[in-house]
């Protein structure tokens, strides 16, 4: 399968501060991105959509100032948490799919970035 | 409704059973589904996509899709211990955004 890789896999900041995270398809382009956030024991929840080349949609409830997403090539997509409080303390996940029939490409997923705010 | 259902389990289920996980979704207009893995702590893993009607066989998975019903299950045969993990199933949203829908997932536990 291919490959998603994310940077970094687990940061640690005090808050107030801004985190930035990286997702890169390391083997094939990637027209859309897509980034999650997965609290304990919960199941992934889809925050945005991101396009190369345009604005990036988010899923209702997802503040769009709060969680910026630039998508600046089809091999790249970084989510900056911006202000970063306790609560936005979760694992971030990335995902890519492959340029194609947009019925059958499949996502394949990063790796996962682990944010923990003090 | 949940858009995607699943048993949260734990299903646990003895080595070198079928291990049988079940999945139903509400949007009609589904068209591609997937099964995914997750182990604890790490990011998910795509096992199995199947798109129509039927049965499809990949190794020890089989992934079945009985779009009337709108139900899609998961057959882990002869499981193993490594098998343990969370499974999520995700059709994908028919609208324009082609979005995965992910469920709750089915934690399964298989005992040496």
């Known amino acids: 399968g291919a490959v998603v890789s994310q940077h970094p896999s687990w940061v640690i900041c005090k808050s107030g501060t801004s985190v930035k995270i990286e997702c890169r398809s390391l083997?094939?382009?990637?027209?859309?991105m897509f980034w999650y956030r997965q609290f304990p024991k919960q199941s992934l929840m889809l925050m945005a959509t991101?396009?190369?080349?345009?604005?990036?949609?988010?899923e209702q409830g997802v503040e769009k100032d709060k969680f910026l997403i630039n998508h600046a090539s089809l091999t790249l997509s970084t989510l900056t948490v911006t202000s970063a409080h306790p609560e936005d303390s979760s694992f971030y996940i990335c995902?890519?799919?492959?340029?194609?029939?947009?019925?059958?490409?499949?996502?394949?997923f990063g790796p996962g970035t682990r944010l923990t705010v003090l | 409704q949940k858009e995607v259902e699943q048993n949260s389990g734990p299903l646990s289920v003895p080595e070198g059973a079928i291990a049988s996980l079940n999945c139903t979704y509400s949007?009609?207009?589904?068209?591609?589904f997937f099964w995914y893995r997750q182990y604890s702590g790490k990011s998910p893993e795509l096992i199995m996509s199947?798109?129509?009607?039927g049965d499809k066989e990949d190794g020890r998975f089989t992934a079945q899709l009985n779009k009337a019903s709108q139900y899609v299950s998961l057959l882990i045969r002869d499981s193993q211990p490594s098998d343990s993990a969370t499974y999520l199933c995700?059709?994908?949203?028919?609208?324009?955004?082609?979005?995965?829908?992910f469920g709750g997932g089915t934690r399964l536990m298989v005992k040496p």
């Open positions: 083997d094939f382009q990637a027209t859309t």
């Open positions: 199947i798109y129509s009607n």
């Open positions: 995700a059709p994908r949203r028919g609208n324009a955004g082609n979005m995965l829908t």
């Open positions: 991101s396009n190369e080349g345009s604005k990036a949609t988010y």
């Open positions: 995902s890519a799919r492959s340029l194609g029939d947009k019925a059958y490409n499949e996502q394949f």
């Open positions: 949007d009609r207009g589904s068209q591609s």
